[in-house]
C-alpha cells in the first residue's frame, strides 16, 4: 500500500484537516505526492511570476492558515501524462465523498487546466 514521504507528510501538516483526511484516505488507492500546501508570500509571489498560479498574494487559498488549498502529483511523477492527473483527481474525489468533504479539482475549471490542484469547495 502506498504511504507519504517525510516531504509530503510535511506539506499536508500545513493543509486544512478536511484536506488531510482527504489525502489520507486517496493515499490508500493512489499513490501520490503533496508538493505543497500552504505559501508564504514569497512562495506567492514566485508561483504567480513562474505561471504557476493566477492569484496574487493573500487571494490564493495557499495562503490561508491552514492552507484551503494543496498541489498533489501522481507518483511517478511526468507532468506530460495529464491521464494520471485525471486518475489521481478520480481517487481525491471518491476519497473526500468517503470523508464527507466537498472539494473541486483545478482540472475541472474551464479557465485553465491545474492538474495539481485541489480545494476545499
Not at 87 to 100: D, E, I, R, S, Y
Request: positive net charge; glycine residues 6%; contains cysteine.
Amino acid at each position: 500500500m502506498p504511504k507519504f514521504s517525510k516531504r509530503s507528510l510535511d506539506n499536508l501538516k500545513t493543509c486544512h484537516p478536511d484536506l488531510q483526511k482527504v489525502a489520507h484516505e486517496a493515499i490508500k488507492a493512489f499513490d501520490f505526492t503533496v508538493i505543497c500546501g500552504h505559501r508564504s508570500k514569497a512562495e506567492q509571489d514566485k508561483a504567480f511570476k513562474e505561471g504557476k498560479s493566477k492569484l496574487k498574494y493573500p487571494n490564493s487559498k495557499h495562503n490561508k492558515t491552514p492552507s484551503l488549498a494543496m498541489d498533489c502529483t501522481p507518483y511517478p511523477l511526468d507532468w506530460n501524462d495529464n491521464q494520471s492527473f485525471h486518475t489521481m483527481a478520480g481517487h481525491m474525489k471518491n476519497a473526500a465523498k468517503t470523508v464527507g468533504v466537498k472539494i473541486v479539482w483545478g482540472g475541472d475549471w474551464k479557465s485553465f487546466f491545474d492538474g495539481p490542484h485541489f480545494e476545499l469547495g
